[in-house]
């Protein structure tokens, strides 16, 4: 496995990967849930390469990217072991060079739900998956579907600028009680940790409510809002019920609906969502 940290290394380096070529964009402190995706990037492609770059750009002023963990060495080990070819780990100053003056923005789907909360954080994401894409060439992409708006604006991205790849997304992977895997769980205290089981809770009541029938989707946020207000520690930022598609909240659910929600636990904010229908 080449580790590699400069991008005309990396372009060198695609030149001798036999192809399909697999890619997975990661931030590195990596879990069961990078695991899974490169896993099936390993499955369908004949080389897999991987990116570890915490990416300032899509985090906030204010947000946790000083603290944001990191363990290479420990991240290159796992994959040499997953049998990856290639890891793509710049440092900042290569990715964005002193004269770095360009932007990649999707718009419309990028204000509502994440976007609403984290301004600018999605045009941090499609800036640099961007550049990835061109440094890297891949035929397919993986992505996890915890993250599910960034993979609808990726995969907006990718068919508005017409890049030639296809965009593939992977099943969310949890912890036994159902937490979904994310490297910010570590922030948590025991406390926190224990509190944030209600996320998988309410999604699987809201899931509950559809299959028994429920169509109407205030009814369903009422009764995940309430489910989570019993967690002391737990601060809402928003519990969505919206269309797949555009992002926009529906009435009523008569196709597919993704429920989704961001709530904090202390200083730490987690992300999960379920897709009905
Ligand atoms: O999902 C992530 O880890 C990041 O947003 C990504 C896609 C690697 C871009 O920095």
Redesign the pocket.
């Known amino acids: 496995m080449k580790t590699i940290k400069t991008i005309s290394e990396m372009q060198d380096c695609r030149k001798t990967l036999a192809e399909p070529v697999g890619f997975v964009?990661?931030?590195g402190y990596l879990h069961g849930g990078h695991i899974s995706l490169v896993r099936k990037a390993r499955e369908e492609n004949v080389s897999v390469v991987v990116?570890i770059?915490v990416?300032p750009k899509?985090f906030g002023p204010n947000e946790d990217f000083e603290k944001y963990p990191r363990d290479l060495q420990g991240d290159l080990e796992i994959l040499e072991e997953e049998g990856v070819d290639a890891v793509f780990a710049p440092e900042a100053a290569e990715i964005y060079p002193q004269d770095f003056n360009s932007r990649v923005e999707v718009l419309g789907i990028t204000q509502k739900l994440e976007g609403n909360c984290r301004p600018g954080h999605f045009r941090g994401?499609t800036t640099?998956?961007n550049k990835l894409f061109n440094i890297v060439r891949p035929q397919r992409a993986y992505?996890?579907q915890k993250?599910a708006q960034?993979v609808i604006v990726i995969q907006k991205m990718v068919k508005d600028l017409n890049m030639n790849l296809e965009v593939i997304t992977c099943p969310t992977i949890r912890e036994e009680d159902g937490l979904a895997m994310s490297s910010r769980n570590i922030y948590m205290n025991p406390e926190e940790r224990q509190s944030a089981i209600v996320l998988y809770r309410s999604l699987m009541l809201a899931q509950d409510m559809y299959q028994r029938g429920e169509r109407d989707t205030g009814a369903i946020r009422k009764e995940m809002v309430r489910l989570i207000k019993t967690e002391e520690l737990a601060r809402i930022d928003y519990v969505s019920v919206a269309d797949p598609a555009t992002l926009d909240e529906l009435d009523m659910i008569t196709g597919k609906a993704l429920v989704s929600l961001a709530v904090k636990f202390g200083k730490t904010r987690l992300i999960d969502n379920v897709v009905l229908g």
Request: hydrophobic share 45%; net charge negative; no cysteine.
């Open positions: 964009p990661t931030m990116s770059f990416n899509q994401v640099v998956v992505f996890g993250d960034q």
